[in-house]
């Protein structure tokens, strides 16, 4: 074993204060495992604009409570250095139901009050958006939550808040990376739990919390429809998370008595033992829900990723039928239903560029505009709010992945108001005698079927760079479409096909997008670091007077589906 390596290793083993990892790590050194042991001092699980998040084991490479603790501490120099009052505003921490998760807040309860920064910490598991509530509840410096959201059990994660009540955006993620790192060579203060309350830098978030971030909801004014309750029933499922009590909570109040959770589901269980990936878009992860479902012949089937910061439906087709909507059809509908109820100054939208464009043409119809970000909910919600003001009020922002804002009482995505807002969306429709997928095809009879796929495609190893490629060869056509603009975000240039050229405003990133004739798109996202490429695929086709939905869903999907082969085609092998 080299010298650089044994010195870590025993930096590691007199500074980790977990004996579990301790005893991890001696197994492997008694082993001689060099090959496994260089790999988990190969480098420093990276702190981003997420946070942190990586599976639960030995050394900086994972997730542990000596990594906490030093992401901490690096957080909390970050923060006395660039927010005024910091220690006095304090940190909001909060902790979903994985096995480490209430350790690693505790941990980082003690890194900060050590530090002599004001710790709020959640006396149970909480919902991510609890905590996203809380720093703008208590006008606090920060936020963090311990949670791998809808990862594997393996997993585990420590996502920031800024003190705008949003995730955080650069610089501030390389600044407060960059005290991590000084941190990690430095010991480490803390403080007992026990003595920080002593010294008052602790408050305990007792119940009067989580009922204030419930009132908040009850009181939104997004959240005001209260009719026709009794014609919608739902089956309801936290998928083994922290969603529960609060969703059974918030749907009462909204006068929901229909409400079957599946119980084999309902408490946190760190283990997810009935779901192989608790991931509500994954295949089979709504089994249990649908057939709940089922049973009660309810209207929705609805289901929370363990953290509840998204939110998934499946829509009775037909007694004992259901199917899945897409984030995409989610979003469509929840942007119609809310501008349709929102007054002239609160009509301001949003969606991430790899979702359906469906809603921009949605904003038009009642008047307004959408804003477009990169993908992620850091940047839908910085963006909207800076762009709120008192005459251009936020009313709703969304992304394909299951994510949804409604009004601003949380800046980041809300599972829990999402819920409430789909089942006040669907008693309205009842009382019309209506239903989701009458007013789905509604939307696309007027602004087309829109249908949305995403795909990931594996290249060889010898592969040219894709991104570079693109650009030294744009495409004219993308099989029988025409090329009617192009998105480059790393030049921040658009390029239209008569030559001329504007300036995009988004951050650089790594980015091609293709506009096409008759309202078709693609994006195509490089990998910096593998051959690979993600490519997002929209396609739209007018529903003509004789069409029914079966008829332009089936001719969306073979539209889609020569797209998708003939622009795969179209790359370098």
Same mark, same amino acid.
């Given at each position: ?30 082993? +001689? ?20 998040? +990586? ?46 998760? =209430? ?10 009050? /050590? ?94 919390? %989580? ?48 409400? %079957? ?39 929705? /089937? ?5 953290? /509840? ?85 936020? =009313?709703?922002?969304?992304?394909? $992945? ?6 601003? =009482? ?50 060889? $190893? ?51 997008? %293709? ?56 790359l370098p092998s």
């Amino acid at each position: 074993m080299n010298t650089h390596l044994q010195h870590q290793i025993n930096q590691w083993l007199n500074n980790d204060p977990d004996p579990h990892t301790r005893s991890q790590l001696q197994t492997l050194i008694d082993a +001689g495992n060099e090959t496994e042991l260089t790999a988990r001092f190969a480098g420093r699980l990276a702190f981003g604009t997420a946070g942190l998040r +990586g599976e639960v084991g030995v050394g900086p490479m994972a997730m542990n409570r000596l990594v906490i603790r030093q992401t901490t501490a690096g957080l909390g120099a970050y923060l006395l250095e660039q927010i005024s009052h910091a220690a006095e505003r304090g940190v909001v921490i909060g902790y979903d139901g994985r096995h480490d998760s =209430l350790t690693f807040a505790h941990d980082a309860a003690s890194v900060l009050t /050590a530090m002599g920064i004001k710790v709020r910490l959640t006396h149970k598991v909480a919902a991510t958006p609890l905590v996203a509530f809380g720093v703008k509840h208590f006008n606090a410096a920060a936020g963090i939550v311990v949670t791998a959201s809808h990862n594997p059990p393996q997993y585990n994660g420590y996502k920031v808040y800024w003190e705008n009540g949003a995730q955080i955006i650069p610089p501030h993620d390389t600044g407060i990376a960059a005290q991590i790192t000084r941190a990690a060579t430095q010991a480490i203060p803390f403080l007992a739990l026990a003595d920080a309350i002593k010294q008052q830098t602790l408050i305990w978030l007792q119940d009067d919390f %989580y009922q204030a971030y419930r009132q908040g909801i009850f009181d939104a004014k997004e959240l005001q429809h209260r009719n026709g309750q009794d014609k919608v029933s739902l089956a309801y499922t936290a998928m083994h998370g922290v969603g529960a009590d609060m969703a059974e909570a918030v749907l009462n109040d909204a006068g929901f008595t229909q409400v %079957y959770s599946v119980a084999a589901q309902r408490e946190p269980d760190g283990d997810f033992p009935t779901v192989n990936f608790p991931n509500p878009e994954e295949k089979g992860a709504m089994d249990l829900v649908i057939a709940e479902a089922k049973k009660h012949n309810a209207v929705l /089937a609805c289901a929370n990723d363990p953290d /509840a910061d998204r939110f998934a439906v499946a829509v009775r087709t037909e007694p004992g039928q259901y199917q899945m909507l897409t984030g995409d059809q989610v979003g469509v509908l929840f942007g119609h239903y809310l501008l349709n109820h929102a007054p002239k100054n609160q009509q301001l939208t949003g969606t991430t560029i790899v979702s359906s464009s469906l809603l921009s043409k949605i904003a038009v119809e009642f008047g307004t505009q959408s804003y477009t970000t990169l993908t992620g909910f850091k940047w839908l919600m910085n963006v909207g709010i800076a762009m709120h003001q008192a005459d251009k009020q936020f =009313l709703f922002a969304y992304e394909e $992945a299951l994510g949804y804002t409604i009004g601003n =009482l949380v800046w980041d995505k809300d599972g829990l108001s999402a819920l409430v807002a789909f089942a006040q969306l669907t008693a309205e429709l009842a009382i019309k005698g209506q239903t989701i997928w009458d007013k789905l095809e509604q939307i696309y009879r007027q602004h087309g079927f829109h249908l949305n796929a995403q795909v990931s495609i594996a290249l060889k $190893a010898d592969t040219p760079n894709i991104g570079a490629y693109l650009r030294e060869h744009p495409p004219i056509n993308i099989g029988e479409y025409s090329v009617v603009s192009t998105d480059d975000l790393k030049s921040l240039q658009r390029t239209s096909a008569d030559g001329s050229q504007q300036t995009i405003d988004l951050p650089s990133s790594d980015v091609l997008i %293709y506009a096409l004739e008759g309202g078709a798109r693609v994006i195509v996202r490089p990998s910096g670091t593998e051959p690979k490429i993600k490519c997002y695929y929209e396609v739209v086709e007018t529903m003509t007077p004789t069409d029914t939905w079966a008829s332009a869903k089936d001719r969306a999907e073979k539209a889609m589906s020569a797209f998708i082969k003939t622009h795969q085609a179209s790359l370098p092998s």
